[in-house]
Structures are given as C-alpha cells and as structure tokens.
Nanobody, 126 residues
Framework: QVQLVESGGGLVQAGGSLRLSCTAS????????MGWFRQAPGKEREFVGA????????????RYADSMKGRFTISRDNAKNTVYLQMNSLKPEDTAAYYC???????????????WGKGTLVTVSS
C-alpha cells in the first residue's frame, strides 16, 4: 500500500510561487503514476495534473488541467520517492487543499486515483 505525505503548503501573495512536495512510501515509487488534486472551500475536488512513472525522471509524461497549464509544473525524483508541484503566478482562486495521488493506471489519476495523501493547504492572498 502506497502512503503519501504532502508538505510545502502555506500562505503566499497573489503572483507568488510555491512548491509542494509529496513523499511516497511503500511499493517501488517509480512504478506508480503520481498526480495532484485540489479542493477549494465549498467546491468539489478537481484534477490539477499528473506525471507518469518512468525508470528515469526525465522521461516521465505529464498532463495538466487546462486552467493550470503554463503556471503549474509537476516533476518527480525517483531517487527521493518524491513528486513536486511547482506553482507560479498564483491567484486567489488557487486557494485550496492540495492532495497528492498515486495509481498504477495513468488515466485513473484524472478520475479516481487509488491512493491519496491527507492534503496540504495553500492560501493565496490578494
């Protein structure tokens, strides 16, 4: 069973940047596709982005929700069992709890990942 722990959330001003980290434990990290969801107050959870597994971090494929393209970047470091979410040009509407996810099926990361972290809160002030 994969266990996911997020970190890096906090308060940032609009236009600023923040990098979230997610460290995985359990089965071999490199065999799992990883992703991020978020949930804003009073709203449903929404897909942020995903990164495929790869034997080398540089060959992983990424996919993003349209509203995050160009601002958010997902990367992974297999040696550290960690996936990152770099968020730039943050807006107040990016305020949400951000959840790390994992699944053996890449498509499932956008619909219903099998494994979830407990989340880390990001607050963007105007």
């Amino acid at each position: 069973q994969v266990q996911l722990v997020e970190s890096g959330g906090g308060l940032v001003q609009a236009g600023g940047s923040l990098r979230l980290s997610c460290t995985a434990s359990g089965p071999p990290f490199s065999r799992y596709h990883m992703g991020w969801f978020r949930q804003a107050p009073g709203k449903e959870r929404e897909f942020v982005g995903a990164i495929s597994w790869s034997s080398t971090s540089t060959r992983a494929m990424t996919r993003y929700a349209d509203s995050m393209k160009g601002r958010f970047t997902i990367s992974r470091d297999n040696a550290k069992n960690t996936v990152y979410l770099q968020m730039n040009s943050l807006k107040p509407e990016d305020t949400a709890a951000y959840y790390c996810t994992a699944d053996r099926a890449f498509a499932a990361l956008q619909t219903g990942p099998a494994y979830w972290g407990k989340g880390t809160l990001v607050t963007v002030s105007s």
